[in-house]
């Protein structure tokens, strides 16, 4: 078989974190089986898509790399055929048409409330005749559904799942306006698109019953389904905005990597082992169906945080610095970007990237090389920089003065060298030096900050802060 799968979101809001998993695990699995991985916006709800959301959207699975192989498909342009198919249906015997009016369908469900059963349509017009219509009432149409025996899916992840066919009704596919439902333009968009593998949450698990119905009566080849447990929160309720239920965007606004985030997904329901560090090229080999687990998975920022931290260490310098940058000239807080900043920020980036958990914390840790004299300091720097450290900061830059070389190795014996001079632990010298360079009480290891810096900042950091100028 051909694989061919398909991530069919609505563009009623942004890219929640749930689809961006579910469109992550139709491309790894088409990936993995050398198929073809497409795109169908699911619009025809006109009245709540919008544009706006679509490219949202698109710029979501943009930036996590879960691009098409081919362009969008948009539901909604495809009505004709979807009533073609509703059309034939009613041809081949295997649908009808219906007069019931709301009134009588809201007695129906009356009925069968009070009689402790479920509320469905109950068949009026199954077997009657078109010609006891009633005058100026528009039909919709019904599929025949089963009414005997039972509809069993093998489902990829859930297993074999059966129910009685008693159950399905005979669901509407035309509404009386002409325009078909969800249900039906799934199956068809679905057939014409060729989709092997239907990989979706498995709130639609009971959809998949229904459209059954649609398949079988059109004599298509039912593809194989596989619904996927849907994400928790952290304390296993229903994921929340409080939790993480965000769009993708937000993530991407807070500083997650797409890999991180990517990588995180993945292991979010699905596992391999212990393996918890799994690249794109690794999870391309190892993604299949059986290794999707039945439970729902609780999402944990804390986890994301560390994930995200190692994809950091590990990501280009260049491109860490151009993400930095970015950040940095967005916000209005007054660092001037000129090409002395910029240099500094990427002369310092295998220092800062070692520290960081996000973008966001990545840039806000590099924003002292962008910083100008006087520096602002946070509240344990100005408890570091009492008048005894400020005495050993000015002999210490006499010190740093003197010297040609700005190297790392140098600086880091010229501060050891007068700290024992001095007969002071390395740290009474380093600290106050790390505040008065940064404004922080942490930093990159301080003999990096010094050689990024550079020895005219350097000393003019120092010398403002022990109110001394040369």
Same mark, same amino acid.
């Given at each position: ?24 695990? +139709? ?116 599929? *025949? ?116 985030? +990517? ?42 945080? +560390? ?72 509240? *344990? ?46 740290? *009474? ?42």
């Amino acid at each position: 078989m051909s694989v061919v799968t398909r991530f069919a979101p609505s563009p009623t809001g942004f890219l929640h974190i749930g689809g961006a998993r579910t469109a992550l695990f +139709n491309w790894l699995f088409a990936r993995h089986h050398g198929g073809r991985y497409l795109l169908r916006i699911e619009d025809t709800d006109r009245k709540r898509s919008t544009p706006e959301a679509v490219d949202a959207i698109l710029d979501g699975l943009n930036w996590l790399g879960l691009d098409g192989d081919e362009e969008p498909v948009f539901q909604f342009s495809r009505i004709e055929r979807h009533t073609e198919v509703a059309r034939q249906l009613l041809e081949k015997g295997q649908a009808y048409r219906c007069y019931c009016s709301p009134e009588e369908l809201e007695r129906m469900r009356e009925t069968a409330r009070a009689e402790g059963r479920q509320p469905r349509y109950d068949g009026t017009w199954r077997e009657r005749e078109p010609s006891e219509a009633p005058v100026g009432v528009d039909p919709v149409i019904r599929i *025949k559904a089963p009414q005997d025996g039972e509809t069993t899916i093998v489902d990829a992840v859930q297993g074999s799942v059966t129910v009685p066919n008693a159950q399905l009704d005979d669901m509407i596919i035309l509404r009386a306006d002409g325009t078909p439902t969800y249900m039906h333009s799934v199956v068809v968009d679905d057939h014409d698109m060729g989709i092997s593998h239907v990989i979706r949450g498995d709130d639609h698990l009971n959809n998949a019953f229904r459209q059954a119905v649609i398949y079988r009566a059109m004599e298509w080849d039912v593809p194989v389904f596989a619904h996927i447990p849907l994400i928790h929160g952290p304390d296993g309720a229903k994921l929340s905005k409080r939790h993480g239920a965000l769009g993708v965007d937000a993530y991407r606004d807070m500083g997650y990597l797409p890999e991180a985030l +990517n990588n995180y997904l993945l292991r979010l329901g699905w596992a391999h082992g212990d393996e918890e560090i799994v690249p794109r090229d690794r999870a391309v080999e190892l993604f299949d169906l059986d290794g999707v687990g039945r439970s729902a998975s609780r999402f944990d920022f804390a986890k994301l945080e +560390n994930l995200n931290g190692h994809y950091i260490r590990e990501a280009d310098n260049d491109r860490l610095t151009t993400e930095v940058l970015a950040r940095l000239e967005a916000e209005p807080t007054g660092v001037v970007l000129d090409d002395t900043a910029r240099t500094r920020i990427r002369a310092g980036m295998e220092g800062l990237k070692a520290r960081a958990r996000t973008i966001v914390e990545l840039a806000e840790n590099a924003r002292f090389y962008a910083a100008s004299v006087p520096l602002s300091f946070d509240e *344990k720097a100005l408890k570091l920089l009492d008048d005894d450290a400020r005495r050993v900061l000015s002999g210490l830059a006499e010190n740093l003065r003197g010297l040609n070389s700005f190297q790392e190795g140098d600086v880091e014996q010229a501060v050891r060298s007068f700290a024992e001079a001095q007969e002071l632990k390395l740290g *009474k010298a380093a600290q106050p030096l790390r505040a008065a360079l940064t404004g922080s009480a942490t930093s990159p290891g301080i003999f990096e900050v010094l050689a990024v810096l550079g020895k005219d900042e350097s000393l003019r950091r120092i010398d403002a802060v022990c109110g001394t100028a040369h």
